[in-house]
């Protein structure tokens, strides 16, 4: 290695970097910041020398702990893990580190000059220009604390520390801050931003206003730092406006001076600064006519081209000053806005405190001037139209509380470039608009009073009606979701107002964007809170009330684009908003009073009609009367109103089979009030027969009212009307089916045009109520179900079976037709004989010829016509199966406690094992598993009432349960038939849930019929071994973990027997002792 390399490496080797010598003002020799050499160690009881050991590293509690002075030596071990704490991103633990390090340097006597001065420059001063973690942060604090006790009250470089002048600790901060050399641009911004962090040090301390020149030093560094590095322009008027709270008027005045000097006119910069300024000095003379008042009526006109490029980091080339002759390069764009937006921001919200009028109205002066025709003009960039949206995003945040600001940041300029932003995804700032919506909605969450606010500006003159659709989003639907009961009204009245057009062509498309509006509110699902806040109001009704009154207006009324066209769609959308209010029990009474606020003027009826209608609209009012329904009869009561505002609601539409159904409901009325009395009168049965014809037809109300109507009457349900149910599973999925389940053709034909295809524009309208069940809609996993794998199978091999015969019939028909005109296919040339000896045909058979070939057509054509309506026929059927099931789920799931739910896991068996839907199967399966789980919620609470009867219980009563348990055995016997009929896992497993219902009740009743039902499984192993054909392992292992569950009625079925044993003993005893007697009596 060379001497030279040699010997600069031996010189100071443990320096962190070469030494400098600084002069110090007033500095003695002494004080020259020269790092001394370690000392070497030493070691006792040794004298063979080696590396000393390295020092324990402390812990980081006792680092925290001693806050002992430094020592005049650099100690490593402590102060390199002390610094590093001072730079943790732990805001608790890098404060803690910086009060050790402050009462290290500064508590008691303090340290000395020197090491005061090498913490400074090699540790504090440096760190700033560091951007690991959170350094700067830390070391501001320290830094801050140390500059205002060397000149705060103190005052320690006076008494102390004399050599650590301002000037000299300035000059050493930009000298450690200084970029050097051909450095990495990132580490140059580094350097720059921790001058700025050290600068804003000396800003914190309160010391510059002191002595005036210190202020005046530290002013020309930031204009100079400005001008060099136009990015930190921004950074430098932050750092002058914080020093404002300490100015006074002479040297505010004066600070603007040398700004104007410097060229900061008519900046976004000097904006700021001249804001802060004239709020607090009202009367400050401003430099130069270049300055201005910019928030003030009478130079409002002058902001908008200042702030137009505030989305810039600077819009000027200035002059390098240290590279006389270069121009800088031009700022970019960014993404950051300028803070001065903050401070006119705050300006208005402390207006807003002294004059909120007034201060309303100077923002919409300034919002409509400055931003939305600055930002958002025609001739505006796309830049500045994205600094316009962040600028929007920003006060519409900020603004929440203030309604001076919420209220008029909604501009047209603003909104109109909104939408056609958002529009396409294609637009350059499409994200930009997209980002400003979620903030609308974000707003709106925070504080949903602004709900009607900001819907009335975007429907407004200021946006759109359809303002969804303009802008292609969800904002509208989604601030009418927030809306709150207390505001419904206001709301409604909004819509009408904006949506509603009066002339026009366009009148059409705004009463169907209104009635889309007005299904949303319906059918808002209300929050728990705004249930409880809201009492018995809610958005839904009204709107629902409102939406009866548009599709049912009087007739005297005109309502803007009420066509002849639109009606039938506004019904429509009435019926399937109904369909979702009628899911809510809560909002039963809305419900009926939407339909009786329907004027009855709205439909031309004759007087036969009219009568009904009128008695109809009496029976709701009276079943809607609270007074009305009496103890556990008002869930009824409730039930039979809604088929009343229902039938009711199909008068209105013409239905043909309105007015039996209002018959019907006047009968189970009837019944309802004689058992009421305590007479006799079975309502069930009526009411399932009225139920089955309303879920036959494709209707979403009809299926959501039957099934609510249906839950509120289980309780009274009978045998019979389950029967009714329940027989309707039996019927073959075809035409003939069809046949069986409706009574009369023209039933038929109704229900087939309902489950037919229906238009597709039917089925894409909004709010349609025609509802379309496709039996493939869901599928199950692999392997989950074999019953459905071998439905799957059954309908493969029926696509086949009519792909064959369609085969079939094409030949057959290419057969007919070569015979009629005495031709062959190409494939029978061979077979064919000639032609060449035949005659051509006469006129008559020409005219023969063709009725033949018509009506073989004809025929095939009725065969095609055929097969449609076969297939018609089966989706009706099996859509009303789905609907029935759907009824018997409901019966299930709330009398699991009721015996009559038995009654129902043989026929759900049946059609499990019949159907070759697999929809329709695994529902049925679903029943009897719900069955199953809430059958053994009700038995775990009702244990108690259970032991009750049992101590009450006669003789009669005996009577009636052996005939029960009997017939129990019977239906026990009937599944483990059926059992034995299907191979799939899925039937095996319903059924197997099915059988150990049965042989709970049985057992829970009597426990001594255990060995009975011991012996039916045991046919099932015998049956299974002797002929299979069925999933025995899956049946025996419910069992015989069923047995295991329940080991009490094992134990009893154990009792009971040695009981009997032991009285069948006593009875044999008993009997020779009688025996004896009597032997004893003959001799």
Not at 607 to 629: F, V
Request: proline letters at 4%; aromatic letters at 6%; glycine letters at 6%.
């Amino acid at each position: 290695m060379p001497p030279n390399k040699r010997k600069h490496r031996k010189e100071n080797p443990n320096a962190i970097e070469p030494s400098q010598k600084r002069v110090k003002t007033g500095a003695s020799p002494a004080d020259v910041d020269i790092e001394p050499a370690p000392k070497p160690v030493k070691f006792e009881g040794g004298k063979k020398k080696g590396k000393p050991f390295p020092a324990k590293p402390l812990s980081k509690k006792q680092l925290l702990a001693d806050k002992s002075l430094f020592p005049e030596q650099q100690d490593r071990n402590v102060e390199a893990p002390l610094y590093e704490l001072l730079g943790s991103e732990d805001p608790n633990e890098r404060l803690q580190a910086a009060h050790v390090i402050i009462s290290k340097l500064l508590d008691n006597d303090g340290v000395s000059e020197s090491s005061l001065d090498r913490h400074l420059e090699k540790r504090l001063f440096r760190g700033l220009a560091s951007s690991r973690k959170a350094s700067r942060l830390g070391f501001s604090v320290v830094l801050t604390e140390i500059l205002q006790q060397l000149w705060g009250e103190k005052n320690l470089c006076g008494e102390k520390y004399r050599g650590l002048t301002f000037d000299f600790v300035l000059n050493t901060l930009t000298e450690k801050t200084k970029p050097v050399g051909n450095i990495a641009g990132q580490e140059e911004k580094d350097h720059y931003f921790g001058q700025l962090f050290g600068i804003e040090c000396f800003v914190r301390a309160k010391i510059l206003f002191d002595d005036v020149t210190r202020w005046n030093t530290i002013l020309a560094l930031l204009i100079r730092l400005a001008k060099k590095k136009i990015w930190l322009k921004p950074q430098c008027a932050w750092i002058i406006l914080q020093t404002i709270p300490q100015m006074d008027q002479q040297i505010a005045e004066e600070t603007l001076r040398k700004l104007d000097e410097a060229g900061w006119a008519k900046t976004p910069d000097a904006v700021a600064v001249t804001v802060v300024l004239t709020e607090k000095f009202p009367k400050i003379k401003l430099p130069s006519k270049s300055w201005r008042d910019y928030l003030s009526s009478k130079y409002l006109g002058e902001l908008p081209a200042i702030l137009k490029d505030s989305g810039k980091q600077d819009g000027k080339q200035e002059i390098n000053g240290d590279e006389p002759g270069k121009k800088q390069k031009q700022a970019s764009w960014t993404a950051q806005l300028h803070f001065v937006w903050d401070i006119i921001l705050a300006h208005y919200v402390k207006l807003a405190s002294s004059d909120s009028k007034d201060a309303s109205n100077q923002f919409k002066q300034s919002w409509g001037r400055v931003v939305d025709q600055g930002f958002f003009s025609k001739t505006a960039s796309e830049p500045q139209k994205f600094t316009g949206f962040m600028i929007f995003q920003k006060f519409l945040e900020a603004g929440i509380g203030h309604p001076h600001i919420t209220h008029n940041v909604f501009s047209q300029n603003l909104l109109t470039c909104l939408m056609n932003q958002a529009a396409k995804q294609d637009r350059y700032l499409h994200r930009a608009a997209t980002k400003a919506l979620k903030a609308i909605e974000q707003a709106a969450e925070t504080d949903r009073d602004l709900v009607p606010v900001i819907i009335k500006f975007l429907l407004g003159k200021q946006g759109a009606y359809n303002f969804d659709q303009r802008s292609n989003c969800k904002t509208v639907d989604k601030l009418l979701h927030l809306t709150r009961p207390q505001h419904a009204q206001e709301v409604i009245k909004n819509l009408r107002q904006l949506v509603l057009k009066s002339e026009g062509d366009g009148a059409e498309n705004h009463i169907l964007v209104y009635a889309d509006y007005l299904f949303r509110l319906a059918t808002i699902v209300p929050t728990e809170a705004d249930a409880k806040s809201a009492g018995k109001g809610s958005v839904g009704g009204p709107a629902l009330q409102e939406f009866a009154r548009l599709a049912y207006p009087k007739s005297e009324e005109i309502v803007p684009g009420l066509t002849e066209k639109t009606t039938p769609i506004l019904r429509q959308k009435l019926t399937a908003a109904l369909a979702k209010f009628v899911k809510r029990p809560e909002d039963f009474a809305e419900f009926c009073n939407a339909i009786m606020l329907i004027d009855s003027s709205s439909v031309d009826m004759d007087e036969e009609l009219e009568a009904e209608l009128l008695e109809a609209l009496e029976k709701l009012q009276q079943l809607t009367n609270p007074k009305q329904a009496k103890g556990n009869q008002s869930n009824a009561y409730q039930g039979l109103a809604l088929l009343y505002a229902v039938a009711i609601l199909q008068l209105y539409n013409a239905e043909p089979d309105a007015v039996d159904i209002l018959n019907d409901l006047r009968q189970c009325h009837e019944r309802l009030l004689s058992k009421q009395k305590g007479e006799d009168g079975d309502v069930s049965a009526m009411l399932v027969e009225i139920l089955l014809a309303m879920v036959a037809r494709p209707s979403s109300l009809m299926r959501q009212t039957a099934d609510r109507v249906f839950e509120a009457f289980t309780s009274l349900m009978t045998e019979e009307a389950l029967t009714l149910l329940t027989d309707t599973l039996a019927a073959k999925e075809d035409a003939e089916g069809l046949r069986a389940l409706f009574d009369t053709d023209a039933d038929m034909e109704d229900v087939e045009e309902g489950a037919g295809s229906g238009d597709e524009d039917d089925v894409s309208e909004l709010g349609s109520d025609v509802e379309f069940v496709d039996a493939e809609e869901t599928q199950e996993p692999d392997g989950e179900s074999g019953s459905e794998a071998e439905n799957g199978d059954d309908a493969e091999s029926e696509e086949d079976d009519d792909e064959d015969s369609e085969d079939g019939k094409l030949k057959a028909l290419n057969d007919d037709l070569a015979k009629l005109l005495k031709s062959h296919s190409l494939d029978k040339d061979k077979d064919a004989a000639s032609s060449d000896d035949e005659s051509d045909m006469s006129d008559s058979e020409m005219i023969a010829l063709d009725d033949q070939i018509a009506a073989a057509f004809k025929s095939r054509a009725k065969e095609g016509n055929k097969k449609k309506e076969n297939k018609n026929a089966k989706e009706t059927v099996v859509n009303f199966k789905h609907r029935t099931l759907d009824l018997l789920g409901i019966f299930a799931r709330k009398e699991a406690a009721n015996p009559l739910g038995y009654k129902l896991l043989l026929p759900l068996l049946q059609m499990m094992r019949t159907t070759k839907t697999k929809d329709l199967a695994r529902k049925a399966g679903n029943i009897i598993a719900e069955m199953s789980k809430a059958q053994r919620k009700a038995k775990a609470s009702t244990k108690e009432e259970e032991k009750d009867e049992k101590q009450g219980e006669t003789d009669s009563d005996k009577a009636g349960s052996e005939k029960y348990l009997s017939e129990q055995l019977q239906l026990l016997e009937q599944i483990h038939k059926e059992m034995t009929q299907d191979e799939s896992h899925a039937f095996a497993k319903s059924a197997s849930n099915a059988s150990l219902l049965i042989v709970g009740d049985i057992l829970s009743r009597d426990v001594g019929l255990f060995q009975v039902i011991w012996k039916n499984y045991g046919g099932l192993a015998m049956e299974w071994a002797m002929h299979g054909r069925f999933q025995f392992s899956t049946i025996i292992t419910d069992w015989t973990q069923w047995i295991q569950t329940h080991p009490t009625l094992v134990a009893k079925r154990m009792d009971a027997v040695t009981e009997k044993v032991d009285d069948a003993l006593e009875d044999g005893g008993e009997n020779e002792d009688e025996g004896d007697d009597e032997g004893d009596d003959e001799r």
